[in-house]
Nanobody, 122 residues
């Protein structure tokens, strides 16, 4: 069974930093990409950052230049370094992996972590 477990959330002051981790256990035959999402209460989940096995990275405009996504090979752990935090970054952050579960899969499966709270406040 595949599990994604986030860690590293917590309270930070404006201008501060936090580093989130996402550990993947279990077997995914082929990962297309890993993503960080965030969600505020009553709001839609928002894509924050994406990284592929080829180390291609994409960021949403609000975090570009402040957040950095990285991963270990072979995509067992993903990180999100968050710098210059602002109160608007306060959200629950979710780790996501998308890929083919087995060699015979013909559709992409999304796997989700349980989320970790990030609060930015003075």
């Amino acid at each position: 069974q595949v599990q994604l477990v986030e860690s590293g959330g917590g309270l930070a002051q404006p201008g501060g930093s936090l580093r989130l981790s996402c550990a993947v256990s279990g077997s995914i035959f082929s990962i297309n990409a890993m993503n960080w999402y965030r969600q505020a209460p009553g709001m839609q989940r928002e894509l924050v950052a994406t990284i592929t096995p080829g180390n291609n990275k994409n960021y949403s405009d609000p975090v570009k230049g402040r957040f950095t996504v990285s991963r270990d090979i072979p995509m067992n752990t993903m990180y999100l370094q968050m710098n210059k935090l602002v109160p608007e970054d306060t959200d629950i952050y979710y780790c996501n992996a998308e890929g083919f579960a087995t060699s015979s899969s013909w559709y992409v499966t999304h796997y989700w972590g349980q989320g970790t709270q990030v609060t930015v406040s003075s």
